[in-house]
């Protein structure tokens, strides 16, 4: 907003101009022998939102771009974490965002030593494992599985067809590798939301717009669901410790500096150190993304297929113990999915 002042010309004048100022969004007022134009233009985002609030900001330090491959029984997956050009980002092991419909899925198979984190975008999975559990998440719930020791379990569509969802495998620091299997279920009602200004945010774990989620991180982490308006602008805090990286699921958002170019869906951008990320949604569509940070666990890691450990000697007990039916993996001699 703009304001100049000066000495009252003539009233002809003023009436001659009045009508014209108006039409490009300037007011006029007057006082005694003053008279003043003011600018009564507002831009949705305002000049503030192109400078960084943060210290530090993070900026994209890597693009990655998540094909498609086949994954299960005929499942497709978009791989952004977990492939040749971003193996892993400590504490995160895998991001896939899968599309799977009958009769593919991803049938009886085993996990040790990490989290995985379902979110589904539409439709529903049918879940069942060889302790009992057995459910249904659909669009917008969460199911966030400890495998600890050892679990083995089925992931099956729910519906004939579109049953979409992000899948997240968090490490387990080596002192959690071998507890208990748990289970954390939020159905979509649940999930702490937020909106401010034509953004909302879905908080699945940590905090965001003075919303906490519920969920208990073991591994220290952030899992906040983006929905921006367009020509909306966000600045979100994290860690500065920690790594983050962002999902685009639909629409384009600029992200780190207002000079970047839009970034597209199904890329992973891999972000800088910093405590905080902005985000600038210019297009004439809605933005919706992921934005995932964890604290580093700085440990070895030994990966096989479905299990992760420290070592290799521990990733071979593993297999023995998956093969032989122990330390976890009793009741594999006697479950089959249904």
Same mark, same amino acid.
């Given at each position: 907003?703009?304001?100049?002042?000066?000495?009252?010309?003539?009233? /002809?004048?003023? +009436?001659?101009?009045?009508?014209? &100022?108006?039409?490009?969004?300037? +007011?006029?007022?007057?006082?005694?022998?003053?008279?003043?134009?003011?600018?009564?233009?507002?831009?949705t985002m305002s000049q503030s939102d192109?400078?960084?609030?943060?210290?530090?900001?993070?900026?994209?330090?890597?693009?990655? &771009?998540?094909?498609? *491959?086949?994954?299960?029984?005929?499942?497709? #997956?978009?791989?952004?974490?977990? +492939?040749?050009?971003?193996?892993?980002?400590?504490?995160?092991?895998?991001?896939?965002?899968?599309?799977?419909?009958?009769?593919?899925?991803?049938?009886?198979?085993?996990?040790?030593?990490?989290?995985?984190?379902?979110?589904?975008?539409?439709?529903?999975?049918?879940? *069942?494992?060889?302790?009992?559990?057995?459910?249904?998440?659909?669009?917008?719930?969460?199911?966030?599985?400890?495998?600890?020791?050892?679990?083995?379990?089925?992931?099956?569509?729910?519906?004939?067809?579109?049953?979409?969802? /992000?899948?997240?495998?968090?490490? /387990?620091?080596?002192?959690?590798?071998?507890?208990?299997?748990?289970?954390?279920?939020l159905p979509s009602e649940n999930i702490?939301?937020?909106?401010?200004?034509?953004?909302? !945010?879905?908080?699945?774990?940590?905090?965001?717009?003075?919303?906490?989620?519920? #969920?208990?991180? +073991?591994?220290?982490?952030?899992?906040?669901?983006?929905?921006?308006?367009?020509?909306?602008?966000?600045? *979100?805090?994290? $860690?500065?410790?920690?790594?983050?990286?962002?999902?685009?699921?639909?629409?384009?958002?600029?992200?780190? @500096?207002?000079?970047?170019?839009?970034?597209?869906?199904?890329?992973?951008?891999?972000?800088? *150190?910093?405590?905080?990320?902005?985000?600038?949604?210019?297009? @004439?569509?809605?933005?919706?993304?992921?934005?995932?940070?964890?604290?580093?666990?700085?440990? $070895?890691?030994?990966?096989?297929?479905?299990? !992760?450990?420290?070592?290799?000697?521990?990733?071979?007990?593993?297999?023995?113990?998956?093969?032989?039916?122990?330390?976890?993996?009793?009741?594999?001699?006697?479950?089959?999915?249904?």
């Amino acid at each position: 907003m703009f304001t100049y002042t000066t000495h009252l010309p003539n009233t /002809l004048f003023m +009436r001659a101009i009045s009508h014209h &100022l108006s039409l490009l969004n300037w +007011r006029i007022s007057t006082s005694g022998s003053l008279f003043s134009l003011r600018n009564t233009c507002t831009n949705t985002m305002s000049q503030s939102d192109n400078s960084s609030p943060f210290t530090t900001p993070r900026l994209v330090l890597k693009k990655v &771009l998540a094909k498609s *491959q086949h994954e299960g029984d005929g499942a497709v #997956v978009r791989r952004g974490i977990g +492939r040749s050009e971003l193996k892993n980002l400590d504490p995160f092991l895998m991001l896939d965002h899968f599309s799977v419909s009958p009769p593919a899925g991803f049938p009886d198979h085993p996990h040790r030593g990490f989290e995985t984190v379902t979110y589904m975008l539409e439709g529903g999975i049918t879940h *069942q494992d060889f302790a009992g559990h057995k459910g249904t998440i659909r669009a917008g719930d969460v199911q966030w599985m400890t495998a600890g020791r050892g679990i083995i379990h089925s992931e099956m569509p729910a519906e004939a067809n579109n049953n979409k969802g /992000l899948q997240l495998w968090i490490n /387990l620091s080596s002192r959690d590798k071998m507890i208990e299997p748990n289970y954390q279920e939020l159905p979509s009602e649940n999930i702490a939301t937020a909106e401010k200004d034509g953004v909302e !945010v879905r908080v699945i774990a940590g905090e965001a717009m003075g919303v906490h989620s519920p #969920v208990y991180t +073991r591994t220290p982490t952030m899992y906040l669901v983006f929905s921006m308006m367009p020509e909306t602008q966000w600045n *979100q805090s994290i $860690p500065e410790s920690w790594n983050a990286f962002v999902y685009i699921i639909e629409g384009e958002g600029v992200f780190g @500096s207002p000079t970047s170019s839009p970034t597209v869906p199904h890329h992973v951008l891999v972000l800088t *150190q910093g405590d905080g990320l902005s985000v600038w949604n210019n297009s @004439s569509k809605p933005l919706r993304f992921v934005l995932i940070g964890g604290q580093p666990l700085n440990e $070895p890691v030994v990966q096989h297929g479905p299990f !992760v450990m420290n070592t290799q000697s521990e990733i071979e007990n593993t297999i023995e113990d998956y093969h032989y039916g122990r330390n976890g993996f009793e009741m594999s001699k006697y479950w089959m999915s249904q």
